[in-house]
């Protein structure tokens, strides 16, 4: 006699069942393991990959603002420049109109003006001031009082100033203007 005879038949067809049954579930088991598996790698090389991602435009990134940051240092550096060349002529040119205010007054230098005397339309009978012992051939010139010299002095250097500050926002706005 063999075991599966002493069992009744209902029960051995039972037991079968519940053995397809367990085989089954093991196997379903085994194909979600194997899917579970399989979708696992698949997240994981999409986690990897945008990782890479993420990274490639970070370094793209700190590589855009490294350059302009450079631009930006050159750019300035070009501007200090251009800021020394402009206070050096600034006050070079101060220097040079201070000297010559001081000669102005100590009578070292005299302002003189051209006459045209030939134009007597105009009415204006100007003297041509007291005459010097020198030979002078030349037109005749007439001298400038002191005062009105440093006045006149003090014209020249304001629009000398002016004019320097132009060239110097010009140059700024030549430089910040001019792509590279």
Known sequence: MRIGELIPAPYRLFALGVSLAALAAGSA?????VQDWRYGQQLAEQARLHTDTLNQLALASSTQQRAE????????QKLSAS??????????VQR???RLRDRLATADVRLSVLLDTADTASGCAVSAGTAT???VHGPTRAELDPAHAQRIIGITDAGDQG????????????QISTPK
Not at 83 to 92: A, F, G, K, P, T
Not at 163 to 174: R, W
């Open 83 to 92: 800021e020394q060349i402009h206070y050096r002529v600034l006050s070079d």
């Open 133 to 135: 012992s020198g030979v």
């Open 163 to 174: 004019l320097i500050a132009l060239a110097a926002c010009q140059a700024y706005a030549k």
């Open 29 to 33: 088991a085994l194909a979600w393991q």
């Open 69 to 76: 940051q450079d631009k930006r240092l050159v750019l300035e």
């Open 96 to 98: 040079d109109q201070g």
